[in-house]
Nanobody
């Protein structure tokens, strides 16, 4: 079955950096879109970044453009999110999720999603 396991979150000061990782299994990683989706306290799911299976196409939501970078390692079935210049408004639980195409809105948490990884940006 599909498994998605996120790691790499933590507490960081504004302006700091974190690198999130997501180990995936149970589906054809190289032909799926991989995404990072976050949920801030008291808010719904927000799509953050997406990358195609080949790693040649990436998209980011406007609020993180220039600060976040998504990448994949197909040999390891792992997707990463490098987050720089972090802001307090980036505080959220970050989930990785697969999709057949690029999906930027309307995300609903699937049963097989992992627990996510908490990112807290605070001084």
């Amino acid at each position: 079955q599909v498994q998605l396991v996120e790691s790499g979150g933590g507490l960081v000061q504004p302006g700091g950096s974190l690198r999130l990782s997501c180990a995936a299994s149970g589906f054809t990683f190289s032909t799926s879109w991989m995404n990072w989706v976050r949920q801030a306290p008291g808010k719904g799911l927000e799509w953050v970044s997406g990358i195609n299976g080949g790693g040649s196409i990436t998209y980011h939501t406007r609020s993180v453009k220039g600060r976040f970078t998504i990448s994949i390692d197909n040999a390891k079935n792992t997707v990463y999110l490098q987050m720089n210049s972090l802001k307090p408004e980036d505080t959220a639980v970050y989930y990785c999720a697969n999709s057949r195409t690029l999906v930027t809105t309307g995300w609903v948490r699937a049963d097989y999603w992992g627990q996510g990884t908490q990112v807290t940006v605070s001084s």
